[in-house]
């Protein structure tokens, strides 16, 4: 069984803001996450397949086939957007953080991993913050 | 002469948008950056100034101090917020693109560099842009 | 079950010496490292935790308050010290090395993570050596 | 159980290519890298091996001992080499991937790791793909 | 006058060797870079044009039409080839060194840089060494 | 004229310390880094020189030697080390600030460079903070 991971870049806004709460209690929860007018990160995705490489070609998967899946189901659907209002795999009101995005990419990416299984989705905010998720239903 | 550089970060959300201009026309010329949503970046700014060393301290600057006058000056305008509505310091109708964030960042440090001079605004966008200002006027 | 990183620095002096054996036999087992005079690193430590993003805040843990707890109970402790003559918590005599000091750090934070789960101490010593530690006994 | 983690580099030429297949259909299945005249990277390997830290001398495994068990079994070999035709310890007609390379590394080293235990190859082909090998079977 | 750079990326296949030197001398001169059967790199390159940032749009270039222009003159010809063998503008015979492919890479954009000027060609070989070229006769 | 660089790196233990002065105000002047038991750093040593390519080998300068010139000149004498009491050619009292060891590695190193000429000193203290020195006299 061996591991490959494939790095994806994408750039986006986003805020922390529960529309329930008053801007206090937002900005006493969130922080400067809460800015009414948004802020942004260049983010960076890591997605680990796992599988036993093929004995003709070597690959677990082609990565280029890897790469234009992760593209196609999202990335192209990330970058250069707003992540609480342009995005339709991310359900609206859900907020945007780190954590959150990477089950949503997980579930969004699943479905079309062929001949090798899924293991992790790590995401970059910022250089100091990541988060990862295997699946783990608990 | 030696000159010394002070690393500093922000996250911001920003577009790229001519009022005046057609959102075709905007799309045309800034492609994915013209968002009407907005999109952000994780930005590095390196802040170089130059002088003699203090033959005592060895110091040019103290830096924890050049790091004070960044964040107050600078990065604390600029983290968390959205370059086209947020930053005082940024016209509104300039577009905020790196180019321009390097000329506007000098400016505003610039009186406050004091005892050695300001040599070197860069300012990384992305890990694959960066623009630089030298004070030059042509 | 999400995993959630944070990066946190600190810079520090240390060396590698056994005070029971002889010089000679300090400099063959530790090299460089067993430098009288000391030598020291810029270190690079992840602290990662893992829970259930909270359904409202889409927070496994308050990012900006684990940074803090790190900081009162590990890295401000570490930063710009002596690792083998200025902190309470690494017992003298003990050797300084990565792999010692990620235990340590597990057990200075562990108590302090509240509503979810200490997963990782991740200590990068240069870049090229690193340690982890997950809490496993054996 | 404490893990640590040991990086060397090597550069190497490769191309992906079975000599059973037309050129039409290598370039078909491996793109850029069916080039006939090679092309080659920067690999950044990631050794990782876990144990119980020594009590006197804090050490898993003396990590400059590990080095040079690594260079001498491996990276020596396939810095400056070409994949395909210079390596003893890779069989002629596996394509050089990132996946194969990882488990030929893991059966190179693990003979000699003695005191502890060998827990991960980890291999970076670009800054966008890497591999990783455990050693489990399947 | 502002610099702008744009950093794009090539893997290629190369080695030092004087066709008219003996075996050893090429080895005595160029080491493990004389190795017969070729080896390689992960090179990234920079490439920093200096302007005027157009007063509507911000831009000294528009950055995505400078990476294709980079991408058809330079990277599309030199990613994943053989520098010796495969490379139309690099001239036979000529050794494919990073201090050698900086000049040749200026010469190749120069002429499609249009509205504002050419400044630097850096070219990173490894992490370790880098060459910068700024159109200087001598 | 083709500027060349070479990366190297040391690990080495200082303080900032005025002797002449108190306790008070060498905290006061220089904060955490007046620590008297020590702190210590990875520092990244560039070294850039400046020349014509050799029209037959491709080299400005033959970058194992220039590799093997710094390490004897600079960094062995710096690697674990202490910069305030171990290095012969820093000057016992002169505060080992970036700014100066910039200055003092150049006068290191210039002898020794050969057929071309010395352009660059610039170290990283950590990855916030760097010194560059170009041998100019004011």
Same mark, same amino acid.
């Not at 093929?54 to 659907?77: A, N, W």
């Not at 079309?112 to 992790?120: F, N, Q, R, S, T």
């Given at each position: 069984?061996?591991?490959? #991971?494939?790095? =994806?870049? $994408?750039?986006?806004?986003?805020?922390?803001?529960?529309? &329930? @709460?008053?801007? %206090? +209690?937002? &900005?006493?929860? $969130? /922080?400067?996450?809460?800015?009414?007018?948004?802020? /942004?990160?260049?983010?960076?995705? *890591?997605? #680990?397949?796992? /599988? +036993?490489?093929?004995?003709? #070609?070597? $690959?677990?998967?082609?990565?280029?086939? !890897?790469?234009?899946?992760? +593209?196609? &189901?999202?990335?192209?659907?990330?970058?250069?957007?707003? !992540?609480?209002?342009?995005? =339709? $795999?991310?359900?609206?009101?859900?907020?945007?953080? #780190? %954590?959150?995005?990477?089950?949503?990419? @997980?579930?969004?990416? %699943?479905?079309?991993?062929?001949?090798? +299984?899924?293991?992790?989705?790590?995401?970059? =905010?910022? =250089?100091?913050?990541?988060?990862?998720? *295997?699946? &783990? %239903?608990?």
């Amino acid at each position: 069984m061996v591991y490959i #991971t494939r790095k =994806e870049r $994408f750039n986006a806004a986003h805020k922390l803001w529960v529309s &329930e @709460w008053s801007d %206090e +209690k937002n &900005e006493e929860v $969130f /922080g400067k996450c809460a800015n009414a007018n948004w802020h /942004g990160h260049n983010y960076d995705l *890591f997605v #680990t397949v796992k /599988g +036993k490489p093929d004995p003709v #070609t070597g $690959f677990i998967v082609d990565v280029k086939k !890897l790469s234009k899946i992760i +593209k196609r &189901e999202v990335t192209d659907q990330l970058d250069h957007r707003n !992540l609480n209002l342009d995005v =339709e $795999f991310i359900p609206k009101g859900l907020q945007p953080t #780190t %954590e959150n995005l990477v089950v949503l990419i @997980w579930k969004q990416l %699943e479905p079309y991993i062929d001949g090798c +299984k899924l293991h992790c989705i790590k995401l970059y =905010e910022t =250089e100091n913050i990541y988060a990862e998720y *295997f699946g &783990e %239903e608990d």
